[in-house]
């Protein structure tokens, strides 16, 4: 299985987010928020840390290339614009220095005297939440598969690329799985690209956190995202069980009706890759 390459700046990794722009992502979830604008939270607060991962007294060092694909009623595009919109991966010192704006967020924190304090914290924002129209999956995960062999290709020695990919509802374009059979077959010599599948499900149904078989998903579309999803590296196996995960040998990334500190959790483990030097 390998994925022990070490990562540098002349050997970086990269994460490359695919996520669901339909119609239904703009249903609520349990916190009142829409599940478009908790994921771009999310997803917006994980390139910052990201960015402090690789961030060294000289400045950002770039040991990842980090993109978003989006798929939804325009179709497919680069979650990105601006500066970044050029090109779908991006060197993350680029990253750094493009944010589409910087908001002034409130967040709560203890005062050290039992009480809470709430203070204001800057949020950089890069990708902005959209729902509209139908689901493309397979058309947004050709896109990524097509981004991806080129960078293997212009990376050999690297640890392999992931594709985070974020979902609510069935494919619209036709069955992805064959798509997700291409772009678990590309590789670097370090090991194939690594697909972490997060189904964020309208389901009255039980959260299944990295399961390692089909039993107990509720249906066949969990058992599709299931199938189409790694199975996990040791070392993110080591993560996901220091965050509490039940987790073993034949887990796979997948998690079906995640609420939301679990896609916090999600994102966070899907890039704990290699050591960094």
């Known amino acids: 299985m390998t994925y022990e390459a070490q990562i540098t700046r002349s050997h970086p990794t990269a994460f490359l987010f695919v996520v ?3 119609g239904s ?3 609520k979830m349990a916190s009142g928020r829409s599940k478009a604008e908790f994921v771009a939270d999310a997803l917006n607060k994980i390139v910052m840390d990201l960015v402090i991962r690789c961030t060294k007294a000289e ?7 980090i993109g978003v694909v989006g798929y939804g009623g325009n179709g497919v595009g680069n979650g990105f614009s601006g500066n970044l919109g050029a090109c779908v991966l991006n060197p993350i010192s680029a990253i750094e220095q493009n944010p589409v704006r910087v908001e002034d967020r409130k967040k709560k924190m203890d005062d050290g005297a039992g009480g809470v304090l709430e203070t204001s914290v800057k949020f950089p924002v890069w990708f902005e939440p959209k729902a509209s ?3 493309p999956m397979r058309d947004g995960l050709t896109r990524a598969a097509e981004e991806l062999v080129a960078w293997c290709d212009a990376h050999p020695d690297c640890y392999p690329p992931t594709i985070l990919h974020v979902t609510d509802g069935e494919s619209s374009d036709g069955d992805p799985e064959e798509i997700a059979t291409h772009l678990s ?3 670097t010599n370090d090991g194939a690209v690594l697909i972490l ?12 956190r990295f399961p390692s078989s089909v039993t107990g998903l509720p249906d066949d579309y969990a058992k599709l995202l299931f199938r189409m999803s790694s199975q996990l590296p040791e070392h993110l196996i080591t993560v996901a069980q220091g965050k509490g995960y039940i987790v073993g040998s034949e887990s796979r990334g997948f998690m079906f009706n995640a609420d939301a500190p679990e896609i916090v959790d999600f994102f966070d483990i899907g890039t704990r ?5």
């Open 20 to 22: 669901d722009q339909s």
């Open 25 to 27: 992502m703009s249903d």
């Open 59 to 65: 400045g950002v060092r770039d040991y990842f290339e």
């Open 133 to 135: 129209g139908g689901t």
């Open 185 to 187: 077959q590309i590789r």
């Open 197 to 208: 599948n997060l189904h964020v499900s309208s389901l009255r149904a039980d959260t299944i």
């Open 273 to 277: 890759a290699s050591q960094l030097r």
